[in-house]
């Protein structure tokens, strides 16, 4: 179980504070105390939150791997013709990173700014997000868009225009709880419906 890099700094920062803090209790047991166990916590907290498992599934021709981990919210057309767009909900307690749905390149990334809304509320759809569409062989395409919620106001993106993707790599982390929303051609079948509970790199989310 590995972590990702942006937790790494506030894991570090929890152990120094309950560091400090037990340090502390040695002469200042009032201050001390609530340090060490304030420190510990966060600490803890960070590394659950920021936990990078490796998923290692290899997945058979003409399945699109699921991007992140969550509950799927919908699944619907939603007025882009020849578009299917699955939405994924992630919780405080889901895995946070992102991973490439399929091999191919990164063709584009576009970043917009939006509102923060509550990740698995509709008008969440306008909330601050970052697209990556990534395309591969016979003009087959798949874009994930990461979106913040009301507490998330922070997308890491890992990947660049232009570079190579492996199916279940990852390519970006959303701080806290948050959206996903995935867009797929309507040619392939949706394998997922509202309500299933996905993983990131190991649930087949379509077939081509």
């Known amino acids: 179980m590995g972590f990702a890099p942006e937790g ?18 040695i002469w200042v047991r009032w201050l001390g105390l609530p340090l060490l166990v304030l420190g510990f916590a966060f600490s803890a907290f960070s590394a659950y939150f920021f936990r990078d498992p490796e998923r290692d599934k290899v997945f058979a021709p003409g399945e699109i791997a699921c991007p992140a981990d969550g509950t799927v919210m919908s699944v619907a057309n ?28 990164v063709e ?20 601050e997000r970052n697209l990556i569409r990534i395309t591969g062989d016979h003009g087959r395409f798949v874009e994930v868009e990461q979106i913040t919620g009301s507490i998330a106001r922070r997308i890491a993106c890992y990947v660049k225009e232009g570079q190579e993707v492996k199916e279940g790599e990852r390519i970006g982390m959303i701080y806290f709880g948050s959206q996903v929303a995935v867009y797929l051609p309507d040619t392939v079948r949706v394998l997922v419906k509202p309500g299933d509970k996905v993983a990131g790199a190991e649930t087949v989310l379509a077939l081509w």
């Open 8 to 25: 790494i700094k506030l894991i570090a920062a929890g152990i120094a504070a309950a560091a400090a803090g037990g340090l502390l209790t």
């Open 78 to 105: 939603e007025g882009t013709k020849g578009v299917t767009v699955v939405r994924i909900f992630l919780s405080v307690l889901n895995v946070h990173v992102q991973r490439s749905p399929m091999d191919g390149k």
């Open 108 to 127: 584009r990334t576009k970043y917009t700014k939006g509102a923060f809304a509550i990740a698995y509320k509709p008008e969440a759809a306008a909330n």
